[in-house]
């Protein structure tokens, strides 16, 4: 099994070989480390951040990429894309997120060849692979190139070597899209995911991190970490009403605390094949 450094160095020894990328840029930290290997190793006039600016995406969180990109000193451009325009987005199907990802990675595809960046890499790790994840398909029919999975990055080797480079996410919380606090087969309107940044971004000023806001109706089930529990429960009044002023008729703590990938709990073997 390779170190942590031997995989750092042949990760750099790809990116000297591909001579001019541009990386699919969330601000999360997956991508930032990807976006920071090929600054240090290509120069700032051969990488390109291309940040996307989504009705999945929650302002802060775009708003925090650009500044992030800005302050790692690289060259960066905003794609706008309407994914809830997209039926098969909006539906939220279990094959939904395969087309939003080929969506954001053609956008990305097209405004990096434009402007002569050829090779377009994302911020995949080892972890993605333990999970029902129908982007990995769009992606690999989009061509594009995940170097952390590549060289066998699992999360743990991505927040260590963040944090030996100084990075300051680099104990930042998973995301993933908002798509995943709602039911497969659960319309997507752009009223039920504002309702979710506002509730989760309430709950993270809170201090409560990570958290997830899953829907069901006008049910909120709140997901958080044990460790946040006490703190959930002291100021349990206070969040329910303020997801009540939000929209929410009733709010729900989940027992379960936090997990990543529940919704995919329901799917079958058969619903999952043809992304596997």
């Known amino acids: 099994m390779l170190t942590l450094s031997e995989k750092h160095n042949e990760l750099t020894e790809t990116l000297k070989s591909l001579e001019k990328v541009s990386i699919a840029f969330s601000g999360g930290i997956d991508s930032t480390l990807t976006l920071k290997l090929a600054l240090d190793t290509l120069g700032k006039e051969n990488v390109l951040?291309?940040?996307?600016?989504?009705?999945?995406?929650?302002?802060?969180?775009?708003?925090?990429?650009?500044?992030?990109?800005?302050?790692?000193?690289?060259?960066?451009?905003?794609?706008?894309?309407?994914?809830?325009?997209?039926?098969?987005?909006?539906?939220?199907?279990?094959?939904?997120?395969?087309?939003?990802?080929?969506?954001?990675?053609?956008?990305?595809?097209?405004?990096?060849?434009e402007r002569g960046f050829l090779n377009v890499l994302d911020g995949m790790i080892m972890d993605d692979l333990s999970d029902f994840r129908p982007g990995l398909k769009a992606r690999t029919e989009e061509g594009i190139r995940s170097l952390l999975q590549e060289h066998k990055f699992y999360k743990s080797d991505v927040r260590e070597l963040a944090k030996q480079l100084d990075l300051p996410v680099w104990n930042k919380a998973s995301s993933?899209?908002?798509?995943?606090?709602?039911?497969y087969g659960t319309r997507l309107t752009k009223e039920d995911v504002k309702m979710v940044f506002k509730s989760e971004k309430y709950l993270r000023e809170l201090g409560l991190s990570p958290v997830r806001v899953r829907v069901h109706g006008k049910l909120a089930r709140i997901e958080i970490s044990e460790k946040d529990l006490l703190k959930t429960l002291k100021f349990r009044d206070i969040i329910n009403g303020k997801l009540e002023n939000i929209g929410f008729q009733y709010v729900t703590l989940d027992c379960r605390s936090y997990q990543t990938g529940r919704m995919n709990e329901v799917l079958t073997e058969k619903e999952k094949e043809p992304f596997v």
């Open 176 to 183: 993933c899209s908002v798509a995943s606090r709602f039911p």
């Open 49 to 113: 951040a291309v940040i996307i600016n989504s009705d999945l995406v929650a302002d802060d969180e775009y708003l925090q990429a650009r500044v992030l990109a800005e302050n790692l000193g690289a060259q960066s451009v905003t794609v706008a894309i309407s994914e809830l325009a997209n039926e098969e987005i909006a539906a939220n199907g279990p094959d939904s997120w395969y087309h939003s990802k080929k969506l954001m990675y053609q956008s990305i595809k097209n405004v990096s060849h």
